[in-house]
């Protein structure tokens, strides 16, 4: 069974830093873009930050300067290492990946994890 795990959420000072990650898991031929998206209560789910194939990556304007996306091919693996966290980065926070796999092709997302940056 083919799914994305993700860690290291939580809470954290206006200012501060956390660094998620995302591992792809299971019977996998090949991984084209990962990305981590987020969305708060009552909001549609928003890009963050993409990378392809290639490591070209793609930012959202209130993140540029701030985040860093970086992938790991050997680990099957995306990072998003965020620095001088602002309250309004507070979200669920959700990989994403386009794959093949042993038996499809397709988006597959992570399950969430909770950023809370408090001022």
């Known amino acids: 069974q083919v799914q994305l795990v993700g860690s290291g959420g939580g809470l954290v000072q206006a200012g501060g830093s956390l660094r998620l990650s995302c591992a792809a898991t299971g019977s996998i031929f090949s991984i084209n873009n990962m990305g981590w998206y987020r969305q708060t209560s009552g909001k549609q789910r928003e890009l963050v930050a993409d990378?392809?194939?290639?490591?070209?990556?793609n930012y959202a304007d209130s993140v540029k300067g701030r985040f860093t996306i970086s992938r790991d091919k050997a680990k099957n693996t995306v990072y998003l290492q965020m620095n001088n966290l602002k309250p309004q980065d507070t979200a669920v926070y959700y990989c994403?990946?386009?794959?093949?796999?042993?038996?499809?092709?397709?988006?597959?997302w992570g399950p969430g994890t909770q950023v809370t940056v408090s001022s």
């Open positions: 990378i392809t194939s290639g490591d070209s990556t």
């Open positions: 994403k990946a386009v794959m093949t796999t042993s038996s499809s092709y397709g988006t597959y």
